[in-house]
């Protein structure tokens, strides 16, 4: 296990790296002159010279990689174009509301996706099988933003049950510990906080879940047919074990790889529908700090932020293929 | 003489029953055939959006925001413009865009596998980095640093979703050529002499296309959320163009007051995701019938 760890660290060195060069490429090849699309079409030619400058343009592009790149190693992601500040600074509190949007979505996700495929193989067939699998697939078609934008205008605007917009409502004054704003209201012990917090929590929340619900609960469900017609299911059975306990502890345990993958590979999903749920719902994210990025030509934002979040990415894989090797000691990962 | 005419009769025979049994199966399927005819019937509608609608796509009107009427199936839009008419042309750029994408990724993807998997050594370790690399990015967020550097536009868009698909056919390709690479017959015809190009092609191509068409159909699904997502971020189609991303984000304003300017564009996407999505399932459970439930 440890030697599969240390491989598994070690091949991602290439990876990291190419990712760095597709980041630095961002900038770099921006078709024509990159300092005068950055600076924009009616900047002066001393501003388009300082851009050039700034962001070391005018050397040759190993050198200008070989300072991104030790910049990168001493953590240093470059300073924001419009505010100037360091992006590794100003970018903390996006991450942490990014995280709490995804840890809620994949929450919700799990939570429901690996009941409704329980509950749908539980009763093969059945119509309630047949329902669960029908809405898993729509789910599965539903753009995350058209989804978004139907809640918000069902639940927050016809309804009026839910806010549309923002993490908290904006009367509100809070100084940010964790920048998870649930955390926070509660190390703040203010319940009505709280509460105003997961409000907010929930529309985006749910569109972002929608689709790797689904996904789960298809995989939960192929996979749980395929344990429960093992013989060690009808052994349980024939034990008279009950049938929650047959179905919750002998056949999810084993049906649970397959699902465990899934749900690592929907992280990244979740990643990128953050863009357009944060969009969507005014939610101060990395999303949204990307997108405004994007609007206001700040290529070096745009840069860092992606590098971040494909990063983030990449190491929770890591994190899911470790995990996945330590349940199943049949996956003989330290032999090729 | 007579007995070899026998046996090509008999080759004939053999060779045409994959197809009849395909065809048997995929009728028998229901998801397949939903998702076919739901494919065909936008195809259609595509094709023949001049006839079904009086209006032009772009044509304004005084008629704003009007709700969905006997005039205006769907309604109208903040400009007047007829929602029917932008909603059945949006499918010609949704298929357009879909299409082009997923060839673009089979062709590039399909030809690096090839490489990747035939002849191993350097080429594969480079070129599965490659695929390493680019699944390294959430797909869409490729896609929008890929749109970033190009410049927003439905081209660029449709290039960018082609680039982020690559490695999934890639790797698809690299597998089936690896297994397939040590069949016998591969075995048998580079024992009698025969050139790299020509077992390629000839013998281990063709036996890999089942798991890409499976994955081509799947994948055409996400290329259109793809690329109405992009439209959507302002980073593909650009108005006056009918795409029913674009749409969506034009809409945005008017939830509250005209909502049916962004019910029936995201319903259109859903519908169309849903048939490819069906019919990848489907083909997915008529060429593998382990995966069969």
């Known amino acids: 296990m440890l030697a599969y760890t240390v491989r598994r660290l070690f091949m991602l060195i290439p990876v990291l790296v190419g990712m760095s060069i597709i980041t630095f490429g961002i900038v770099h090849m921006i078709p024509g002159d990159p300092a005068q699309t950055i600076a924009g079409e009616k900047a002066t030619p001393q501003r388009v010279e300082e851009i050039r400058k700034e962001l070391g343009l005018d050397e040759p592009l190993y050198i200008q990689y070989g300072s991104y790149a030790k910049g990168l190693l001493q953590g240093d992601l470059g300073k924001s174009m419009t505010t100037k500040r360091p992006i590794g600074e100003e970018i903390g509190p996006f991450l942490a509301a990014t995280a709490e949007l995804v840890f809620a979505a994949m929450f919700i996700a799990v939570f429901f996706g690996v009941n409704l495929g329980i509950l749908s193989s539980w009763r093969q067939n059945s119509w309630f099988d047949y329902s669960a699998m029908m809405i898993a697939l729509i789910g599965v078609s539903i753009p995350v933003f058209w989804l978004g934008l139907m809640e918000q205008w069902l639940f927050a605007q016809t309804l009026d049950w839910l806010p549309s917009n923002g993490r908290l409502d904006p009367r509100i004054q809070m100084e940010p510990i964790t920048y998870f704003y649930v955390i926070d209201t509660i190390l703040y012990g203010d319940t009505e906080v709280l509460w105003d917090a997961v409000k907010h929590l929930i529309l985006p929340a749910v569109a972002l879940a929608t689709v790797p619900m689904a996904i789960i609960a298809r995989i939960t469900r192929s996979s749980m047919l395929e344990v429960m017609r093992s013989d060690y299911i009808r052994t349980a059975r024939a034990k008279g074990l009950s049938e929650f306990w047959v179905v919750y502890k002998h056949t999810l345990k084993n049906a649970s790889i397959p699902v465990l993958t899934v749900i690592g590979l929907q992280l990244g999903t979740l990643l990128g529908g953050a863009v357009l749920t944060e969009t969507i719902f005014s939610w101060p994210g990395v999303g949204r700090y990307l997108y405004t990025a994007i609007g206001e030509r700040d290529y070096t934002v745009v840069q860092s932020g992606i590098l971040i979040v494909a990063t983030i990415f990449v190491i929770i894989n890591l994190i899911v293929d470790l995990i996945y090797a330590w349940i199943d000691p049949r996956i003989q990962y330290g032999k090729k | 003489m007579q007995t070899q005419t026998v046996d090509i009769r008999n080759k004939v025979v053999e060779e045409d029953k994959p197809w009849k049994d395909f065809m048997r199966s995929f009728l028998r399927h229901r998801s397949a055939v ?41 309604g109208t839009d903040e400009m007047g413009r007829d929602i029917f008419t932008r909603v059945i042309y949006g499918a010609r750029i949704s298929l357009w865009v879909g299409f082009f994408a997923v060839i673009g990724s089979i062709v590039l993807g399909s030809l690096l596998g090839l490489i990747a998997g035939f002849f191993g050594g350097w080429r594969d370790a480079v070129i599965s980095r490659i695929f390493d690399i680019l699944l390294a990015f959430p797909g869409i967020l490729l896609a929008i640093a890929m749109v970033t550097i190009l410049g927003p536009g439905i081209n660029n868009a449709m290039i960018a979703i082609a680039i982020i698909n690559i490695p999934t056919f890639g790797r698809l390709m690299r597998s089936s050529v690896l297994r397939i690479k040590e069949e016998d017959y591969v075995l048998a015809a580079k024992a009698m002499g025969m050139k790299n190009g020509r ?43 009918p795409e029913w991303g674009t749409m969506l984000a034009d809409s945005r304003p008017f939830i509250q007051t005209a909502p049916w300017t962004m019910i029936f564009p995201g319903l259109a996407i859903v519908l169309t995701v849903l048939g490819f999505n069906l019919l990848g399932d489907g083909l997915r459970d008529i060429f593998d019938p382990r995966m069969k439930q």
């Open chain 2, 34 to 74: 939903i998702g076919s005819v739901i494919i065909l019937f936008l195809i259609l509608i595509a094709i023949i959006a001049p006839v079904l609608t009086p209006f032009e796509y772009s044509a304004k009107s005084n008629d704003l925001m009007q709700s969905p009427s006997a005039n205006h199936w769907f």
């Open chain 2, 199 to 241: 077992i390629l092609f000839h013998h281990i191509l063709p036996n890999c296309w089942t798991p890409i068409m499976v994955q081509g159909t799947l994948s055409f699904a996400t290329a259109v959320i793809e690329a109405a997502a992009l439209g959507f971020l302002g980073l593909g189609a650009q108005p006056p163009e």
